[in-house]
């Protein structure tokens, strides 16, 4: 029996975990992938908004976080992938048939990218599907590319791009761009950036790498087909919460609603980090929450046990 299980090794978990061990909690970490960091691994620009540190990217601000880490004392599973989750029991079932108890739980897992479900986009990974502007850009030098989404990640990424790049070609289904205003209106005079409004890609195609898009247009125009040799994909991002999103309170894109201790719906059962917070989905906020559970569920303990 564990006083928490944190599921979820990004900032929030790792604040969370820390802070259990701070204030004498018996907690465990459990992280389906191989390593620790979450987001931090797709941050590949500077990150200069966290009070007090500035790193280069997100791998080096994690190495920062990694050394409170080695220093503390909770458990951490990487690798570890759930089977089931009864929230209400605080029981956690592994794929592994080990079933884990809890006092309480703590949802820290995060978001991912969401995906267009086009052909050609599972298959083109790692054979010219970008993944970044920023890490991927000197690959892609002197090629045609496309850019799908409107949003600042999107915008952003077809500037930086098209720094390097032949040709960046935007494709966005919206009437115009969501981006801020700031990097719309870098869009419209660069010569080498094409924007397509009120159009999707339906597919990717290629042999051995990326070799075209497939574009529809609005208004039943016939689609047509672009030559480009790389593709990044930026249409925002949704939560992490297939697992148990049956069990809880969400809202009409999954993510997971709590109060001001960080809470869910489900006694003694909380979300921190970008799982609940689709408005501010920051490092700041995420490590902030961790603290808050931490915080929450240690004064309860102590309350219970008379201390």
Known sequence: MHDVIIIGAG??????????????????????????????????????????????????????????????????????????????????SLRSGEVLQAISIIIATGVRPRELGIPGEKEFVGKGMIESGTRDRELFAGKDVCVIGGGDAAVENALLLAEVCA?????????????????AERVQPNHRVTVFTESVVTRIMGDAGVEAVEIQRKGGLKPFQLAVRGV??????????????????????????????????????????????????????????????????AARLSRKSGG
């Open 232 to 297: 990044l994909i930026r249409i925002g991002v949704e939560p992490n919460t297939d697992l148990f999103r049956e069990q809880l309170a969400v809202d009409e894109k999954g993510y997971v609603g709590v109060n001001s201790e960080q809470e869910t719906n489900v006694s003694m059962v909380f979300a921190i980090g970008d799982v609940s917070n689709p408005i501010a989905p920051t490092i700041s906020g995420a490590t902030g929450g961790g603290a808050t559970a931490a915080k929450v569920i």
């Open 11 to 92: 900032p929030a978990g790792l604040s969370a975990a820390f802070w259990c061990d701070e204030l004498g909690l018996d907690a465990l970490v459990l992280e389906q992938a191989d390593r620790i960091g979450g987001q931090l691994h797709r941050v590949y620009s500077p990150i200069e908004n966290y009070l007090g540190v500035k790193t280069r990217n997100g791998p080096e601000l994690l190495e920062l976080f990694s050394r409170d880490v080695d220093a503390a004392e909770f458990d951490l599973w990487t690798g570890v992938a759930v089977d089931s989750i009864d929230l209400r029991a605080k029981r956690i």
């Open 167 to 183: 040709t960046v070609t935007l494709v966005h289904r919206g009437k115009k761009l969501r981006a801020r205003r700031e990097f």
